[in-house]
């Protein structure tokens, strides 16, 4: 069964630092999206990574994915508020395109 | 908007009552997914349509739950007689399917069940 773990499940970052959020998967894909969600909103796409090494940034954010590893990770440079909500991991389960997500980072941002 | 539109966005209703939601995909969109997402937790898998076609549900979809995708088009989540677990939200999501590799689902707002 394709399990998903993300870590931390809670960050409090101050602005202007640098954190990372790291998202494991049990078997093997080579398909990972990173996607954002607000408090009472829907999901937001961020990235597709698509196969290993991948590397993939937009703004303060920037994903990679480690397909030997099973591992992909979400840095945030520089950290802003702007950037509090909730990121989550999910991996393609196959040819269906169903998606298994981790439980998701919350992250707060504070000044 | 062309966007996935989902109704109605929020319903509460009393344990053992039938409940209705829709979902419109976008339009060109063939693949529809549902997805339950409850408090702290990622979103979990339900089921998945190709056009009108069902072709995958999870074991989360018990027996009193249905879905339907009549012309292909939009979708119906009917869950039968609630119970106070089912409260969750709801999300739809599209796809057009596998481009380059990548199936992009696009979510809806979402459908938020309180059962009382």
């Known amino acids: 069964e394709l399990k998903v773990e993300q870590n931390p499940l809670f960050l409090s970052m101050q602005e202007g630092k640098n954190y990372t959020i790291y998202c494991n998967y049990s078997?093997?894909?080579?398909?990972l999206y990173w996607y954002r969600q607000d408090p009472g909103k829907s999901l937001e796409s961020l990235f597709v990574?698509?196969?290993?090494?991948a590397v993939k940034q937009e703004g303060r954010l920037m994903a990679s994915l480690d397909t030997k590893a099973r591992l992909s990770t979400l840095h945030i440079t520089a950290a802003v508020h702007d950037l509090s909500a909730t990121y989550f991991c999910a991996v393609d389960r196959g040819s269906q395109g169903n998606l298994i997500f981790g439980k998701g980072t919350k992250l707060s941002v504070k000044p | 908007d062309t966007g996935v539109s989902q109704d109605p966005r929020h319903k509460i209703t009393k344990r053992g009552q039938n409940v209705t939601f829709r979902c419109d995909p976008i339009s060109e969109h063939n693949r529809l997914y549902w997805y339950r997402q409850t408090l702290g937790q990622g979103p979990e898998f339900l089921t998945y349509?190709?056009?009108?076609?069902?072709?995958?549900k999870s074991r989360l979809l018990s027996d009193r739950f249905s879905a339907e995708r009549p012309k292909g088009s939009f979708s119906t989540l009917e869950i039968q007689r609630t119970e106070q677990g089912d409260s969750a939200m709801y999300l739809c999501?599209?796809?057009?399917?596998?481009?380059?590799?990548?199936?992009?689902?696009?979510f809806g707002p979402g459908t938020r069940l309180t059962v009382t």
């Open positions: 999501a599209s796809s057009f399917g596998r481009v380059k590799g990548v199936v992009e689902q696009y």
């Open positions: 349509f190709q056009n009108e076609a069902q072709l995958e």
């Open positions: 990574l698509l196969s290993n090494g």
């Open positions: 078997t093997t894909s080579d398909r």
